[in-house]
C-alpha cells in the first residue's frame, strides 16, 4: 500500500503562482511514476503532468512552459509548481503514484486538493 497526502491548493488570482506537494509513505519502494491529474467540474480526470523515478517527465500540452513536476526522493515527494495561472487551471489536483510489486501494477490516488483561479 501507498498513501499519498497532498498539501499547497487554494485560491490565486490569474496569473499568479502555486505549488502543490505530494508526499508518499508506505511502500514507497514500489513506485515506478508519481504524478499530478487534474479534474474541473463537469469534465473527466485529465493528466497533468509525470515524473518518473529517474526525472523523466511529461506534460499536457496546456500547461508546458508554465508547470512544472519535481521530486525529492529523499523526502519522498513530488511537487507542482505552477505559474502563470489561468482560469481554466480550475480543478481539483490530484496526485498518482504508479507502483508495481510482484509483477502486478497498481495505481494510487491522494484525496484531491481545490486550485481556484480567478480573474
Known amino acids: 500500500q501507498v498513501q499519498l497526502v497532498e498539501s499547497g491548493g487554494g485560491l490565486v488570482q490569474a496569473g499568479g503562482s502555486l505549488r502543490l506537494s505530494c508526499a508518499a509513505s508506505?511502500?514507497?519502494?514500489?513506485?515506478?511514476?508519481m504524478g499530478w491529474y487534474r479534474q474541473a467540474p463537469g469534465k473527466q480526470r485529465e493528466l497533468v503532468a509525470t515524473?518518473?523515478?529517474?526525472?523523466?517527465?511529461i506534460y499536457t500540452d496546456s500547461v508546458k512552459g508554465r508547470f512544472t513536476i519535481s521530486r525529492d526522493n529523499a523526502k519522498n515527494t513530488v511537487y507542482l509548481q505552477m505559474n502563470s495561472l489561468k482560469l481554466e487551471d480550475t480543478a481539483v489536483y490530484y496526485c498518482?503514484?504508479?507502483?508495481?510489486?510482484?509483477?502486478?501494477?497498481?495505481?494510487?490516488w491522494g484525496q484531491g486538493t481545490q486550485v481556484t483561479v480567478s480573474s
Open positions: 498518482n503514484a504508479k507502483s508495481v510489486l510482484s509483477l502486478k501494477p497498481y495505481d494510487y
Open positions: 515524473i518518473t523515478s529517474s526525472g523523466t517527465t
Open positions: 508506505g511502500n514507497i519502494f514500489s513506485i515506478i511514476t
